[in-house]
């Protein structure tokens, strides 16, 4: 499959971890989506040694919500210079869930953020991208949209032929059916969503969340 230009996926295909796609946007400041577990880091890391990059290399690590396979190796930066970054309530989220978060090792103080995602635009040297809060498989859950790319990064709020759970803390049925309706607004070319396949062309795009509303609604 042929991505935009300045998009890299590091898609996880092994089912025998429950861990997340990774994406960078290689701009001026470099930014890396969506981490993953700690444990399995190395898939990022060949990933971005392919196409000659180190974790030295990234600028900014943004998680489109604090489950562990998304988060976890956030701290991997701990030492480097790249800012991380995530919605508010996705912190309040991880300090109200501290107990269960250190079972998967999660630790508040681990993962505190430079600075908080907001609804609406953020620019990160010269990348223009649109954050859209999208709650209802977490508080805390963002969607990133690159207008120049028409790229809609959807964490796991939308899937291909799929949307995100509801049964774990926070998640809410009716939010996530306003989050996906909102979502199937934009004018994107490109999904990338937090797991599974990516879906690539606006008529393709635009029929899995019509497919989505038509079918999975009927069962949150």
Known sequence: MQLPDNIHAFMWESMAANNCNTYLIDGPTRI????????HFNH????LADIGLTPNDIGL??????????????????????LLAFHQAAWGMIKEMDPLMASFGVKPEDYKPDFFLQEGDLSVNGVD?????????SPGSVALYWPDRKALFTGDVVFKEGLGRTDLPGGDG???KESIRRLAG??????????????????AVARNFENIEGYWFNYI
């Open 61 to 82: 690590v943004v998680c489109t919500h604090c489950h562990p396979d998304h988060l976890e190796a956030a701290r991997r930066f701990s030492d480097k210079t790249a």
């Open 186 to 203: 934009i004018d994107a070319e490109w999904i990338f969503p937090g797991h599974g396949e990516a879906v690539s062309g606006a008529g």
């Open 44 to 47: 990022v890391e060949a990933g």
């Open 32 to 39: 890396l989506i969506d981490p993953g577990h700690a444990q």
């Open 129 to 137: 991208l649109q954050v859209i809060h999208v709650p209802g498989h």
């Open 174 to 176: 009716k939010q996530l």
